[in-house]
């Protein structure tokens, strides 16, 4: 099953999307805040970042470029031409790489945690986006192919909208007819990205070839190895483990550390090796806004990744090992690599958490 865009009764317009940084505003984000500090707390609210639960910050940032992007793809599968590159690179693509380089560590616990409800291809979208920036970052291109980059991963499954809904939507086995309408899909939004939006072969070489193989066995046209856009090399690393974190209809997410796991036991199949690494640099082992336990019994989340050290990151208590909960990020935060006498002992998805903690104060 494919996933699609809000129906049109739920898509709101640019001017609704704004985010508004009025003192009115800011007061109701502050009364709202106040209300669930008084509430008793829940499991989901203890995982919850402060900047998700007062909708402020980098979250506010965050939201924003869904929003914004749900508008692109609501246009695009409307056939409406009225969103180009100029748009799209000024509206989302450089603001996301300004947000990448300042607020990196919490857009990666965002698309860890998972909270955004619904513009699900935007949401999509936007977290390959991020996770492209960051690869693209790490291994040192220029700018402007950065924003590029940036502008493919947004658009990479926008052929996706115009296929039969009958196809994208269906629940079950696809028939050889169907799978390969799904197989057009990277050829349609190539054709979205140069002949609608306008924009270059930098950008539509990204769409084109985000599902070839490193081993040639991709489509659709089987290219391999270096042959392959370095871009669109990105985007599919980028893509595979969004897809891996992130809840789907028909299937729970995983956690990030098992996501890498995933990754670095594909053996120069799917991936470049070169990019692979570079791309496990920066999520480490236990990526950012992980929730892990200690052998103590504490539960934490991952703040901190380090290169030399990726089994010992920094963490900060969610719950300590007397079972007393710190909301809001007020838990200690603790580094692994100092605290000799503690370590993970095994990374925890949100329901595990869930469960757990729906136990616990049961007793």
């Known amino acids: ?216 066995t991709g489509y659709p046209h089987q290219i391999a190895g270096d042959y392959i856009d370095i871009g669109a090399r990105i985007v599919t690393i980028a893509d595979a483990f969004e897809a891996m974190v992130s809840p789907k209809p028909y299937r729970n997410s995983i956690t990030g550390n098992q996501a890498v796991k995933n990754l670095l036991s594909d053996n120069s199949r799917r991936f470049d090796p070169t990019i692979l690494k570079a791309f496990v640099l920066i999520m480490g082992i236990y990526p950012i806004g992980s929730i892990v336990r200690l052998n103590n019994g504490a539960v934490a989340r991952i703040s901190e990744v380090r290169a030399i050290a990726p089994l010992r990151p920094k963490v900060q208590i969610i719950v300590d090992q007397t079972n007393k909960i710190y909301r809001n990020e007020q838990g200690e935060f603790l580094d692994l690599l100092t605290e000799k006498s503690l370590y993970i002992t095994k990374a925890m998805d949100t329901k595990e958490f869930l469960e757990q903690y729906a136990q616990n104060n049961a007793l």
């Open 1 to 216: 099953m494919v996933e699609h865009i809000m129906e049109d009764s739920e898509i709101k317009t640019d001017s609704e999307i704004v985010i508004d940084d009025t003192p009115a505003a800011d007061a109701a984000a502050e009364d709202t805040a106040a209300q669930k500090q008084d509430s008793p707390p829940d499991g989901s609210s203890i995982l919850s970042l402060s900047d998700v639960q007062e909708n402020k910050g980098a979250y506010r940032i965050y939201t924003s470029l869904i929003r914004k992007m749900n508008s692109v793809l609501v246009g695009i599968s409307n056939n409406a031409h009225i969103i180009g590159k100029q748009q799209i690179t000024s509206e989302i693509s450089i603001p996301m790489l300004l947000a990448v380089k300042s607020m990196r560590k919490q857009l990666i616990g965002f698309i860890l945690g998972g909270e955004v409800k619904g513009f699900e291809m935007a949401k999509s979208s936007v977290n390959t986006a991020i996770l492209s920036a960051l690869c693209a970052l790490e291994i040192d291109l220029p700018e402007l192919r950065i924003v590029n980059i940036i502008n493919g991963a947004l658009l990479h499954d926008a052929g996706m909208l115009r296929l039969p809904k009958e196809i994208t939507e269906k629940r079950g086995g696809l028939s050889e007819a169907e799978r390969q309408h799904i197989l057009s899909h990277p050829a349609l939004a190539h054709k979205i990205v140069i002949k609608e939006l306008h924009f270059q072969d930098d950008v539509g070489n990204i769409v084109l070839q985000h599902h070839e193989r490193w081993d040639g």
